[in-house]
């Protein structure tokens, strides 16, 4: 399963770090994903990360967000710099290979 932690409510501007760990398999073998949405809307793929360690970003959070893997850790981690009104949604984590799991999810809030 995937345990998030991190989130909360921060100014426009401001940062966050979401952390996503991983028990009962090692998360260095599959491709992890964060993913967030916004009331009302779908749910769109922000981060990408494979397990040889190449990212891909979505367009609107190319340059300010940062996702990186501790494999020590089995922990993936989401650092979200200069964060803004739009980013508000809950987020998610998906870890991804022959089978997939999802984070419970953990909210972020971004005030104007």
């Known amino acids: 399963q995937l345990a998030q932690s991190g989130g909360g409510l921060v100014q426009t501007g401001g940062s966050l770090r979401l952390s996503c760990a991983a028990s009962g398999f090692t998360l260095g073998d599959y491709a992890i994903g964060w993913f967030r949405q916004a009331p009302g809307k779908e749910r769109e793929g922000v981060a990408f990360i494979t397990s040889t360690g190449s990212t891909n970003y979505a367009d609107s959070v190319k340059g300010r967000f940062t996702i990186s893997r501790d494999n020590a850790k089995n922990t993936v981690y989401l650092r979200m710099n200069s964060l803004k009104p739009e980013d508000t949604a809950v987020y998610y984590c998906?870890?991804?290979?022959?089978?997939?799991?999802w984070g419970q999810g953990t909210q972020v809030t971004v005030s104007s």
């Open positions: 998906n870890a991804q290979k022959f089978d997939s799991y």
